[in-house]
C-alpha cells in the first residue's frame, strides 16, 4: 500500500530555515515512484489546505505558489524515494501543518493546485514561526 510520512517539523524563529521530508514506500513495478508528482500542501488554523510546491516524477519539474517563491525549495532523490521541501526566511505566516501528497502521472500545477484528488496523503507534520 502507498505511504508517505513526512518529518522535519518543528519551531522556528522569523528568518531561520526548516528543512521537510517526505518518505515514499508501497510503489509496485507497474506504478514506480518516479511517475508520482508529489507535492507539499499546508494547512493553518481556519484556512483551507492549499498547494506550497510540487515536483514531477522523472523531469523533476518544479511548481511554487506565489507565497513561497525564492524562500523556498523542492527537491527530490529518486534513488531514496524522497522529496524535501527547503524553508528559508520562515514568517509567522508560513505557520501550518504541512502535509506531503502524490499522484501519479500528474502535471506540478494541477497537483499544487488540486485540481483533481490526489493518490495518497501523508499524516502531516507541524510547522510554528514565532520569536
Known sequence: QLQLVESGGGLARPGESLK??????????NDQYNDYTIGWF?????DKREGVSCISGREK????ADSV?????????????????????????????YYCAAR????TQSVCQL????DVWGQGVRVAVAS
Open 20 to 29: 521537510l521530508s517526505c518518505v515514499a514506500s508501497g510503489f509496485t513495478v
Open 42 to 46: 499546508r494547512e493553518a488554523p481556519g
Open 61 to 64: 519539474a518544479e511548481y511554487y
Open 69 to 97: 517563491k525564492g524562500r523556498f525549495t523542492i527537491s527530490r532523490d529518486n534513488d531514496k524515494a524522497t522529496v524535501y521541501l527547503q524553508m528559508n526566511d520562515l514568517k509567522p505566516e508560513d505557520a501550518a501543518v
Open 104 to 107: 501519479l502521472g500528474a502535471t
Open 115 to 118: 485540481w483533481g484528488p490526489l
